[in-house]
Nanobody
Framework: QVQLVESGGGLVQAGGSLRLSCAASGRILSNSRLAWFRQAPGKERAFVAAINRSGGLTHYADSVKGRFTISRDNAKNTVYLQMNSLNSEDTAVYYC????????????????????WGQGTQVTVSS
């Protein structure tokens, strides 16, 4: 059974930074494309960032480009999201996701591209 567990969320002041982690068990993440999504209150879950299997290709939502960095450590079976210059619009529950089956094409910003999801970690940015 695959389990993804996020950590690192919390309360931070505007302009501050947080680093989220997502550790996997039951599956070797080096075989997976990985992503972070977020869901703010009253809104749909939205794409934040994604990374391919080797870590050599990343994708970002326009709203976080230049502020957030996704990375992975396959040896630790973990994916990270470094978040800098946070603002109130970044307040949300953040979810990590991993794909679990072969796909001819990868659409990194689409929820249906991923098969496994964590339970989420809350990030709250105070102004």
């Amino acid at each position: 059974q695959v389990q993804l567990v996020e950590s690192g969320g919390g309360l931070v002041q505007a302009g501050g930074s947080l680093r989220l982690s997502c550790a996997a068990s039951g599956r070797i993440l080096s075989n997976s494309r990985l992503a972070w999504f977020r869901q703010a209150p009253g809104k749909e879950r939205a794409f934040v960032a994604a990374i391919n299997r080797s870590g050599g290709l990343t994708h970002y939502a326009d709203s976080v480009k230049g502020r957030f960095t996704i990375s992975r450590d396959n040896a630790k079976n973990t994916v990270y999201l470094q978040m800098n210059s946070l603002n109130s619009e970044d307040t949300a529950v953040y979810y990590c996701a991993a794909d679990g089956r072969f796909r001819f094409e990868w659409t990194p910003d689409t929820r249906t591209s991923y098969d496994y999801w964590g339970q989420g970690t809350q990030v709250t940015v105070s102004s």
